[in-house]
């Protein structure tokens, strides 16, 4: 079975400056897709990047990439020039290109504090 | 704004009562999910519906009972609920079930059993 892990279960930032969230998986499986949501405090799960397991490019939105390290298993969010908005908690979710169940599977979340 | 809307934002209940939630999306998207989110934690998965057929039930008690009554609309039945069940439940909808298809998630709504 696949699992999500981040270690960080909170990070704070200075506004304008760069933080990067972990995240590590686990899974024995070759193709998948990864994919980093952000929830806000008014709840809604919104997507912010999502990476193709055999694309070895990383992803990109504006001002946040991906560090995706397919040996090692790992999927990090860098969020640069960061804003007030950015606050919120970041989760990390795997998703198996087999079953086709659309199984999304989550890690524990980081919960990210912009200061001003 | 969101292009999933649940309906209602809040709600509260008694053990005994019968309510239901409301997730509707018109984006034209075949797949629909329920999730439960406890506070701080990563939403669950409980139901998923493919081309408006429940075709994943993540072992939800029975007092929770989807429908899917069309391909824009998804409901949760409760009855009978216990104070555990107080949590967040989220919709979420997708083009198909493919991975390379996002999920769009709705605001939630705000569940208390009294």
């Known amino acids: 079975a696949q699992t999500v892990t981040q270690s960080q279960p909170e990070m704070s930032v200075q506004e304008a400056e760069t933080v990067t969230l972990s995240c590590t998986y686990d899974t024995s499986e070759s193709d998948y897709y990864l994919f980093w949501y952000k929830q806000p405090p008014s709840r809604q799960m919104i997507l912010v990047i999502r990476q193709e397991a055999y694309k070895q490019q990383n992803a990109t939105e504006n001002r946040f990439s991906v560090n995706f390290q397919k040996a090692a298993k790992s999927f990090s969010l860098k969020i640069s020039d960061s804003q007030l908005g950015d606050a919120a908690m970041y989760f990390c979710?795997?998703?198996?290109?087999?079953?086709?169940?659309?199984?999304?599977?989550f890690g524990q979340g980081t919960t990210l504090q912009v200061k001003p | 704004d969101t292009e999933v809307t649940q309906t209602p934002k809040h709600l509260v209940m008694g053990m005994t009562n019968k309510k239901s939630l409301k997730c509707e999306q018109h984006?034209?998207?075949?797949?629909m999910y329920w999730y439960k989110q406890k506070a701080k934690k990563p939403p669950e998965l409980m139901f998923v519906y493919s081309y408006e057929k429940l075709s994943i039930n993540e072992s939800v008690p029975s007092r929770f009972s989807p429908e899917c009554p069309n391909s824009s609309l998804l409901n949760l039945h409760l009855h009978a609920l216990q104070p555990e069940d107080s949590a967040l439940y989220l919709c979420?909808?997708?083009?198909?079930?493919?991975?390379?298809?996002?999920?769009?998630f709705g605001d939630g709504t705000r569940l208390s059993i009294l």
């Open positions: 984006m034209g998207h075949r797949a």
């Open positions: 979710a795997y998703r198996s290109l087999s079953g086709n169940t659309g199984k999304l599977i």
């Open positions: 979420a909808s997708s083009q198909g079930r493919q991975p390379n298809q996002p999920q769009h």
